[in-house]
């Protein structure tokens, strides 16, 4: 473990949903509409490693992000009123990608390799009404956030890693290689930053 926020981004856990009775399966991610997924009443797969094909629904990763703000930022001063808004904006703004709500959906497959596999089927949101009858409820995006976020750079450039699952791969099945390469081959200073520098660093540790 590199930090303490390793298990809490890639937790030692990996639920995968049976979808009854077609012996179809879905990963959720948080904000493609997992809470729906599991509303359903789906069960959870315990030997997830022997399942050949999983379907994942992706998501525009800016659209995303935000909304995953959103959502951490309702947690967070739940837990703790006296938490400033814009303080929390601005630790978000400076240290990306802390919480799994707004974590890529790359970093999400990333787990899910750790324990499956399998061909990966890419699909877009309105896709899941060929699974569930429960309501996606897409939230419009927030003006104030969109107003703090849209400038960063820094984050527009990670998130390539998320544009690559929606701009260039969405409808296919693939495997994780498959969209590593991907990655390498559209944005490859993305790749470069972030997948051959932890290369590197595992080599360093292993």
């Keep these: 473990m590199l930090s303490y926020l390793d298990p809490i981004i ?6 995968i949903l049976e979808i009854v009775p077609s012996q179809r399966y879905v990963f959720p991610i948080y904000k493609n509409g ?4 599991y509303e359903s009443g789906f069960r959870v797969i315990d030997d997830v490693a022997s399942i050949q094909q999983v379907d994942v629904f992706v998501r525009d990763p800016y659209e995303r992000f935000l909304s995953g703000v959103h959502s951490y930022l309702q947690y967070a001063t739940a837990q703790d ?18 919480n799994r709500h707004y974590a890529p959906q790359f970093h999400w497959l990333v787990n899910l390799q750790r324990f499956n596999t399998g061909k990966i089927r890419l699909l ?5 009404s060929t699974v569930t009858d429960q309501h996606w409820h897409s939230r419009a995006v927030d ?7 849209k400038d960063n750079n820094r984050l527009h450039f990670y998130l390539s890693v998320d ?4 701009e260039k791969l969405l409808g296919q099945t693939v495997t994780f290689d498959t969209i590593v390469q991907s990655i390498k081959e559209s944005y490859p200073e993305v790749y470069k930053e972030i997948i051959a520098y932890s290369i590197k660093l595992c080599g360093v540790l292993g």
């Design 81 to 98: 009123p006296k938490l400033d808004r814009y303080t929390a904006l601005k630790f978000v703004n400076e240290y990306l990608f802390l």
């Design 10 to 15: 890639f937790p030692d856990r990996c639920e």
């Design 163 to 166: 544009k690559v699952l929606t």
């Design 124 to 128: 877009p949101m309105d896709a899941i």
């Design 34 to 37: 997992s809470s729906s997924l």
């Design 143 to 149: 003006p104030e956030l969109d107003k703090f976020f």
